[in-house]
Structures are given as structure tokens and as C-alpha cells.
């Protein structure tokens, strides 16, 4: 339980539910340099989050540069805040463990997130490293989710529904969370009370248009915590000018302190 242990204290230390996305596009930088860019966001912003989330296809498409900017990122944040790599890996067993070494041993990520649709063989490897947080994908925050997660079985139970329950009898370690959007505030609410002490990551407010307010009351738990709320572009792309980061501290400031009015704080 290493990962909830840090993620509460960063959060309890911060006081914040806020996780900024550092998702770096080339068309709306206001500098050429990747990783300068982080660096300037995460100064700016990192006593008031609860852990950062970079998502690898924005490096990815950028080639080795991106990568190394991606890794140079991973080790400039404070070691006291948390880093989930977004990269929703899933394959068969063998494939799985290399993507957690990938993930885990090269980029030293603190929790990464996870596709589950191959089942329980494609998640393991990455629970062995009992350490580290892994995100199972349970209700996507985008709009064609429900073609395949509302689909129901003999039983009655919704795909995501059975991710979830499953996903709690794999947390063995203490070191599951799930992955469900802003934009199902519904579901996110039924989630919460099948999995009342997981840390749920919660992505989709801002451009996705998802409703902080109903994420925030329906996503924590019992002692108002474990909730992640996660935002990108509307801090990190606050401005494009030479004041970015300025605005970005700006626009973490606000949804930090309005997490907290939401959760009476």
C-alpha cells in the first residue's frame, strides 16, 4: 500500500484532490522545449496537487525526444508527489511484464494505468510490483463508452460493473484503484459504493465537460479522500503566453480550493 500511503500524504499535505495532466502539445506549447515546459508547470503548481499524471501518447508521438523529455519529467517532479504514468497497457502475460518493467523499472512511475480486457493474466504482472498503484479502466470518461462497458451478461451486471467487483477481489495488495470519468457521474456514484476505500482516478471535467461538483461528492469516500480529480489542458494551456505558468499556478489554485468547498474543507 506504499502508493496510497504517498498519494494521502501528498494530498492531506497539499490539501488537494487535484492531479494535473502534463500532456505536452506541440501546437499549443509556448515554448519549443518539452521538458522545459513541465519543468515550468510543475514549479508552479506542485504545492497544490495531489499527484501528476503524464499520459505517454503525447511523447510518444514525439519519438525519442519526447521520451527522454517524458523520463527527464518523471525525475524532475518532487519525490514526495506521486506520478501515474497514463499509458492503459493490457496484453498477454508475458507482453504485460514488459511494460511494467517499461513502466515501473525504467520510467519509475509510482502507478500507471491499466487496460483490463484481457483479464486477470494482463493485470498480474503489474500487481507483483506490490509497491506501486495500478489504475484498472472501469467506466472511460468518453462518449462511446458505453459500446462495450454497458453491455450486460446473464447476470444482469454491466461490463464496468463486473471490472470493478473483479478489480476488488484482484486488490489483494491494497494497490488497485480504478479509472472512472467525470462524465458518468451516475455510474462514478454506483462505483463508489461497490468499491467504498479504492482510490478512484477521475479524469473528464473541464473540456470533457464533466461536472467537478457531482465528481467530487460522488468520488470521494467515506473520510473525503481518494478521489483524484484530474485536469490537463484547462491548467496547463491556461495561457499561451510567456505567462503560462503563471496561469496554470492560477487555474490550479481555483480547482484546488473548489474541490475543497465541494468536500467541506
Known amino acids: 500500500m506504499e502508493f496510497v500511503s504517498r498519494l494521502l500524504d501528498a494530498s492531506r499535505r497539499n490539501r488537494s484532490l487535484l492531479c494535473v495532466g502534463l500532456d505536452p502539445d506541440p501546437s499549443k506549447l509556448p515554448v519549443k522545449d518539452v521538458f522545459e515546459f513541465n519543468r515550468a508547470i510543475i514549479d508552479a503548481t506542485s504545492d497544490l496537487v495531489c499527484c501528476y499524471k503524464p499520459n505517454l501518447a503525447f511523447y510518444e508521438a514525439l519519438g525519442i525526444r519526447g521520451l527522454q523529455a517524458l523520463k527527464k519529467t518523471v525525475a524532475y ?83 464496468y460493473q463486473s471490472v470493478a467487483l473483479r478489480a476488488g477481489d484482484w486488490n489483494k495488495g491494497g494497490n488497485i484503484g480504478l479509472v472512472v470519468g467525470a462524465t458518468y457521474p451516475d ?30 461528492r460522488y468520488g470521494v469516500n467515506a473520510s473525503g479522500e481518494m478521489a483524484i480529480i484530474v485536469a490537463a489542458r484547462q491548467v496547463i494551456y491556461a495561457s499561451k503566453g510567456p505567462d503560462f505558468a503563471q496561469a496554470a499556478r492560477a487555474a490550479a489554485r481555483e480547482l484546488r480550493d473548489s474541490i475543497n468547498k465541494f468536500r467541506g474543507v
Open 187 to 216: 455510474e462514478l456514484k454506483e462505483i463508489r459504493k461497490l468499491c467504498p476505500d479504492m482510490p478512484l482516478l477521475i479524469p473528464g471535467i473541464g473540456a470533457q465537460g464533466g461536472d467537478l461538483e457531482m465528481s467530487v
Open 77 to 159: 517532479i518532487p519525490r514526495d508527489i506521486p506520478v501515474i504514468g497514463d499509458a492503459k497497457r493490457g496484453d498477454i502475460g508475458n507482453t504485460a511484464a514488459a511494460y511494467a518493467r517499461a513502466l515501473f523499472d525504467y520510467y519509475k512511475f509510482d502507478a500507471v494505468t491499466v487496460n483490463p480486457y484481457l483479464g486477470y493474466d494482463s493485470v498480474k504482472p503489474f500487481l507483483d510490483y506490490r509497491n506501486k498503484g495500478i489504475f484498472v479502466l472501469c467506466r472511460t470518461s468518453n462518449s462511446s463508452a458505453s459500446d462495450f462497458q454497458d453491455l450486460v451478461d446473464n447476470f444482469g451486471m454491466k461490463f
